[in-house]
């Protein structure tokens, strides 16, 4: 069984701080990796892909993976309030549908 | 552009109906797929339709079923209805297949009573 894991949450971080959040995966073969946001009553919506080992940056958004330790990672940097949302977790393989995580809540106060 | 549009949003049924949802992807988008969210599971794939060929089938009983026509709309049934169906159905539209870069739609919130 492919699994994705994330902490549920949710995680608190004041306004200006840098949220970290984490996801571990089941399947070595995964070659591909996904954020993506889903606010309250809403539906997902992509952040950002990771393909390689490293970082990825998007304004202030960085995307971690480590395949060796089968370990991607979401940074937010400047955390904003409307920042606030659950966080999705999704990876697979080329052609393969994706596997979500069940998300991370994130709570950014003001 | 218009975006991704399901209907219904909202519906409520009895256990033992069927029902029918429609998806709408993107324009020139060819590729819808369906998932189910519910706080219990999270996000869960149940297929993928591509040029009106489902391509992928998640790991759902047969009384979920889907086809796709030949302007991409995708219907998405479900038969024999159970308490367990309530959930959110989410499509999504993906420009020439696969999973990347997938645009969705807002949802169908099904309740089954």
């Known amino acids: 069984q492919k699994e994705v894991e994330q902490n549920s949450g949710p995680l608190s971080v004041p306004e200006g701080a840098i949220a970290s959040l984490n996801c571990t995966y089941s399947?070595?073969?995964?070659?591909?990796f996904f954020w993506y946001r889903q606010y309250s009553g809403k539906s997902p919506e992509l952040i950002m892909f990771?393909?390689?080992?490293g970082d990825k940056e998007d304004g202030r958004f960085t995307a971690q993976l480590n395949k060796a330790s089968q370990y991607v990672s979401l940074l937010i940097r400047d955390s904003q309030p409307s920042d606030s949302a659950t966080y999705l977790c999704?990876?697979?393989?080329?052609?393969?549908?994706?596997?979500f995580g069940k998300g991370t809540t994130l709570s950014v106060s003001s | 552009k218009a975006g991704v549009t399901q209907t219904p949003r909202y519906l409520i049924k009895t256990r033992g109906q069927q029902v029918t949802l429609s998806c709408s992807p993107i324009?020139?988008?060819?590729?819808v797929s369906w998932y189910q969210q519910t706080p219990g599971q999270g996000l869960q794939f149940l297929f993928e339709y591509f040029s009106e060929t489902q391509r992928n089938k998640g790991n759902f009983p047969g009384r979920f079923s889907g086809r796709q026509f030949s302007n991409s709309r995708s219907e998405m049934n479900v038969s024999t209805l159970e308490l367990g169906d309530s959930a959110l159905y989410l499509c999504?539209?993906?420009?020439?297949?696969?999973?990347?870069?997938?645009?969705f739609g807002p949802g169908t919130r099904l309740t089954v009573l």
């Open positions: 399947d070595r073969g995964s070659q591909s």
């Open positions: 999504a539209s993906n420009a020439n297949g696969g999973y990347n870069e997938q645009f």
């Open positions: 999704a990876v697979n393989q080329a052609g393969t549908a994706l596997i």
């Open positions: 324009s020139g988008h060819r590729s």
């Open positions: 990771i393909y390689s080992n």
